[in-house]
Structures are given as structure tokens and as C-alpha cells.
């Protein structure tokens, strides 16, 4: 049974940096991506960063290329996102997810079947 729990959302300030972690039991896959997305209120769930060790490589959307980077450490099962220079419209839910295949696009929802809770990041102008 694969369960990815992510951990380090908060409230920072524009500017400001967080660094998200998702930890992965069950999930051997390294080949296939796994990734953050996340959803604003009122929004649809976007694909914001994803890796795949030994795979296609690393995605990041364009709103967060060079402020976020994602990294992945398979000895441990964990799944990092450092996000820097945070803007208020990155205020968001968060969340870890892995794709159910190798086929998977690293920015689309539906290909990714495990899914953590979530964790909240709030940034204030």
C-alpha cells in the first residue's frame, strides 16, 4: 500500500522560503515521476514540479521555474520542494503525488494514482 505523507507547509511572508518534504512508503518506482502539485481556492489542481530519477527528468511549471527546486532522495523515500522567493499567488494546498506509470505526464492530474493529505502555504504581500 503506497502512503506519501508531506509535511513543512506554514505561513511565510512574500520573499520569504519553505521547503516541502513527502515521505513515500510503499512506492519503488523511481522511474516514474513523482511530483507537487498544488490547488488555490477556487482553482483547479496545477502541476507545479515533478522528478523522475533514472526517467524523463524534471518538470517545473513556468510560473515557479527558478524559484522552486525539486529534489528526490530515493535512500530515504523522500521528496523534497524548496520554494524561494515566494509570491502571494503561490498561496496554495499542496500536494505530493506519484504517477501510476511510466506513460505518466509529469502536469497531468489524472496520471498520478497516489496522493498525499496535503499541506498548506500561505504567503502574505
Known amino acids: 500500500q503506497v502512503q506519501l505523507v508531506e509535511s513543512g507547509g506554514g505561513s511565510v511572508q512574500a520573499g520569504g522560503s519553505l521547503r516541502l518534504s513527502c515521505t513515500a512508503s510503499?512506492?519503488?518506482?523511481?522511474?516514474?515521476?513523482m511530483g507537487w502539485f498544488r490547488q488555490a481556492p477556487g482553482k483547479e489542481r496545477e502541476g507545479v514540479a515533478a522528478t523522475s530519477i533514472g526517467g524523463p527528468g524534471t518538470y517545473y511549471a513556468d510560473s515557479v521555474k527558478g524559484r522552486f527546486t525539486i529534489s528526490r532522495d530515493n535512500a530515504n523515500n523522500t521528496l523534497y520542494l524548496q520554494m524561494n522567493s515566494l509570491k502571494p499567488e503561490d498561496t496554495a494546498m499542496y500536494y505530493c503525488?506519484?504517477?501510476?506509470?511510466?506513460?505518466?505526464?509529469?502536469?497531468?492530474?489524472?496520471?498520478?494514482?497516489?496522493w498525499g493529505q496535503g499541506t498548506q502555504v500561505t504567503v502574505s504581500s
Open positions: 503525488a506519484a504517477a501510476r506509470n511510466r506513460w505518466a505526464r509529469p502536469n497531468r492530474e489524472a496520471d498520478f494514482a497516489y
Open positions: 510503499g512506492y519503488t518506482s523511481s522511474n516514474y515521476w
